[in-house]
């Protein structure tokens, strides 16, 4: 027993080891919102199962098959040309349409019978297969369960590709890519050889890739297995055993009820095509195509868009909603694109989820509704609309739609239509002419000229993914390409509503870059309010009512690109702000360059913002000082530890019509004396001066290139300590110069810089003697440098800072930090 037992242990911890050897990759979420971005919300999918390197056939970079026992030899398809090299398979709660257009999630398999496979005792998912736990000599013998994709009638694609891999090369790169040609034939033996699997399964579907790195040569392999064409799974079985009766494509989608569509193929000479073909069709069902009729009559046969020249015939009609050979969707992405019989015309693939955790799949925004109807010559897919063909793009939709020609000037007047990338994948929700009329006229004319709030104003139209009308269920939600959350609505009476205020009065504009829908009203979103009203808006109404009483109200308004550093109300409460503004009230200039100094040319949002940076302000280029702190030894935010001239920055990157505002906690004043300036004009500090006088400290404190923190004792605290230690201050001025060392800081240290002690962690501060001061603010708010209090804080300097603390601070023997310390700049 006891023998079993040890045996049992080492093969335990052998299990556990190789558990730990493997590795798993997660795709980051880094990019910045911009026109091209995408936002991904999606966790992982519920119906693909993650299978680790144990569970799958060993792979080798020459593709040999793996071995098999007691299995026939699987037939290989050729992999398709538009396969996607990865997926990311994912799912999010229902009602949420974002989606990523690049290594987005796989088109699942629709809804199927759970075949529940079991993950105990071996069999599909089972690591070490036969037996329980895999220790069948233990425990008794149970019989060995094979992976349904060993299974019979199930067909092997195999693919390869090198990540230098292109199908363009980017002429600006050739040059580089000759010159370094040579140099990548070489391996580089010095780096590291790795071999990364990862495999992962749906219902008809098994995928393995490896990824090898050999020396800095990487290639990826990826296996894939699934059902031979015409072969299904069935539940509980192994392998594809059950074989389909395969009819003509024609006879199959004669059986879909899809008469109006066959009678269409039969009146436009198209059923030999059909015959003696192999093809993919997306077949709209009746309601669907007497739709669409109906449509084009009301229109006089002209298109949606009103022109014309695109009016499509029965025929086109047809060919747009057929695609050459077998299209199985999940081999596809979201944002795939497949190309039709029609001219070659675009169809767009996407995917949602649904509020039970299913997927709906369009094509051009048409919901699939009956899947996977395979024929002998081909696959037929019911659909609940008309997948009109994309010919064009965004841009040249708007320009020649007649109910687009506000919207046109405003992308014009911007200069925005440059954003529209060709490859991109857009929803522009574009307001009506009659939309833009229901604006103020003095508020529509400023839109079309393309003023400062026209740009933000447009982006909270665009989203960077395809949303179709089909997949706004209920409450939905998505993403603006400025990252903003927009509210979908699909009411009770089935009417689409934008954002609570903007009916669809048209949807599902089909382009080669996206899809346009048309709305009744302009959304103006807050952060497209002028400055002023932003103030407003934020309860920022002192430093408004300021803007107002300078008469400068346009003035701010008319700023385009910048920051604004805006007081709280209580900032105003101060007594010495009080006392200036008395003093300058009827001064309209002064007030003017008072708020000058509070704003900045370009936007400074706060993931761009560096610790002991000078910011230029708009007030005769006199300057703000920017500092960092981090409040937690392992953990900084700069939410809680940044201050502009030692005020706290309490509010971050409020947006307003092209600019940015951020709260402070203090009335922004510009210092006018240096440090030792500060010393000299205060009789508390009369002794410190005179001890200063004549040490390489005083050029110090004088010097306007410097940015430093000095920590001034008053003459009552100078008069505690022992008096021939005071005399030898006075009189020795090398000594005096190390003493007064130890009170310089080398970096600007806020009062509000300084967090509470974090247990088991010492904050230090480095001084111009090489020492280190700790520093910590106490639990009844004072705060400590060393074994002083400071008593006085942010006396503002043109290079730097002064508070006043309540002892001297004389140079300890040196010491080693102890253990936790940690510097409080965030350099």
Not at 789 to 810: E, I, Q
Request: hydrophobic share 35%; aromatic share 8%; with cysteine.
């Amino acid at each position: 027993m006891l023998k079993k037992a040890f045996v049992l242990s080492i093969f335990i911890s052998y299990v556990c080891c190789q558990r730990f050897n493997e590795f798993h990759f997660v795709d980051p979420f880094s990019e910045s919102w911009n026109w091209h971005s995408r936002h991904n919300l999606f966790p992982r999918e519920r119906d693909v199962e993650e299978i680790t390197e144990r569970d799958r056939e060993p792979l080798s970079p020459n593709y040999q098959d793996p071995a098999t026992s007691g299995t026939e030899e699987k037939p290989v398809l050729k992999p398709k040309t538009q396969k996607p090299s990865s997926y990311n398979p994912s799912v999010i709660p229902g009602g949420v349409v974002d989606i990523d257009a690049v290594g987005s999630p796989q088109l699942p398999t629709f809804p199927e019978a759970d075949f529940g496979f079991s993950s105990f005792g071996g069999g599909a998912h089972s690591p070490v297969g036969g037996g329980l736990f895999g220790l069948g000599g233990f425990f008794g013998s149970v019989s060995e369960l094979k992976p349904w994709w060993k299974g019979p009638n199930v067909c092997i694609e195999r693919e390869e590709s090198a990540d230098d891999d292109e199908d363009e090369e980017d002429p600006l790169e050739s040059k580089k890519n000759e010159t370094e040609a040579e140099n990548e034939k070489v391996p580089n033996f010095f780096s590291t050889a790795i071999s990364l699997s990862s495999c992962r399964q749906s219902a008809n579907k098994y995928e393995c890739v490896t990824k090898i790195n050999n020396h800095g040569v990487v290639k990826t392999f990826t296996v894939r297995y699934k059902c031979c064409y015409g072969f299904v799974r069935t539940k509980g079985g192994s392998g594809c055993e059950k074989q389909l009766e395969l009819k003509p494509l024609l006879d199959t989608i004669s059986d879909l009820d899809a008469k109006v569509f066959r009678n269409l193929i039969q009146s436009t000479g198209l059923e030999e095509t059909f015959k003696n073909n192999n093809y993919t069709v997306f077949v709209p069902t009746d309601a669907a195509l007497n739709d669409f009729n109906e449509k084009m009559l009301e229109l006089n046969n002209v298109d949606l868009r009103g022109d014309a020249k695109n009016a499509l015939s029965n025929n086109d009609l047809v060919l747009s909603h057929a695609v050459a050979g077998f299209v199985d969707l999940t081999d596809y992405s979201n944002e795939d694109i497949i190309y039709s019989e029609n001219k070659n015309s675009s169809i767009r693939i996407n995917t949602y989820p649904t509020q039970n955790h299913e997927k709906m799949v369009t094509v051009n925004c048409a919901k699939i509704t009956k899947p996977n109807n395979l024929a002998s010559n081909g696959i037929a897919y019911l659909i609940d609309g008309v997948a009109t063909p994309a010919t064009q793009s965004i841009e040249d939709i708007i320009k020649e739609h007649k109910k687009l020609s506000n919207f046109r000037k405003v992308l014009e007047s911007t200069d925005s239509f440059k954003n529209l990338r060709l490859n991109g994948h857009y929803t522009i929700f574009a307001p009506t002419d009659e939309a833009f009329n229901k604006l103020e006229p003095a508020a529509k004319q400023k839109l079309l000229r393309g003023d400062a709030c026209a740009v933000s104003i447009l982006k909270h139209h665009v989203t960077a993914h395809t949303v179709c009308s089909a997949a706004i269920m209920g409450n939905a939600t998505t993403h603006n390409i400025e990252g903003e959350i927009l509210n979908l609505e699909r009411t009770s009476d089935d009417q689409l509503i934008l954002e609570e205020k903007a009916k669809m009065v048209e949807t599902d504009i089909m382009a080669i870059n996206g899809v346009i829908h048309l709305i009744d009203t302009v959304l103006i979103p807050d952060s497209a309010l002028h400055i002023n009203a932003a103030l407003k808006n934020e309860n920022l109404t002192k430093f408004s009512e300021l803007i107002e009483q300078a008469g400068f109200v346009e003035d701010i308004d008319n700023l385009n690109n910048a920051t604004v550093f805006a007081p709280s109300n209580e900032a105003f409460e101060d007594p010495k702000v009080v006392k200036l503004l008395e003093e300058i009230k009827g001064d309209k200039e002064k007030l003017r360059d008072l708020i000058l100094y509070h704003t900045l040319t370009g936007q400074l949002q706060s993931c761009d913002m560096n610790n002991n940076a000078l910011l230029k302000t708009n007030d005769h280029d006199k300057e703000l000082r920017l500092n960092l702190y981090s409040t937690l030894p392992l953990f900084t935010n700069v939410i809680n530890r940044g201050t502009i001239n030692c005020a706290k920055i309490v509010g971050f990157d409020e947006k307003s019509c092209g600019s940015v505002i951020h709260e402070v906690s203090k009335v922004l004043l510009p210092p006018t004396q240096t440090i030792l300036d500060l010393i000299n004009a205060d009789s508390k500090y009369s002794t410190l001066s005179k001890i200063i006088k004549g040490t390489e400290v005083e050029k110090i404190l004088q010097e306007n290139n410097r940015s430093v923190t000095f920590l001034a004792p008053t003459d009552e605290t100078l008069a505690a300590i022992d008096e021939a230690d005071l005399k030898t201050l006075k009189e020795d001025k090398e000594k005096a110069t190390t003493v007064l060392k130890n009170h310089i800081l080398t970096e600007v240290l806020c009062c509000s810089g300084v967090g509470p002690q974090s247990w088991g962690f010492n904050t230090l501060v480095p001084t111009m003697t090489r020492q280190h001061h700790q520093v910590g603010r106490t639990g009844s708010h004072q705060i400590r440098i060393g074994r002083a209090v400071v008593t006085s804080c942010d006396n503002l300097a043109t290079n730097g800072v002064l508070h006043t603390v309540n002892k001297v601070l004389f140079p300890q023997r040196p010491t080693s930090p102890s253990f936790g310390g940690f510097f409080l700049f965030d350099f």
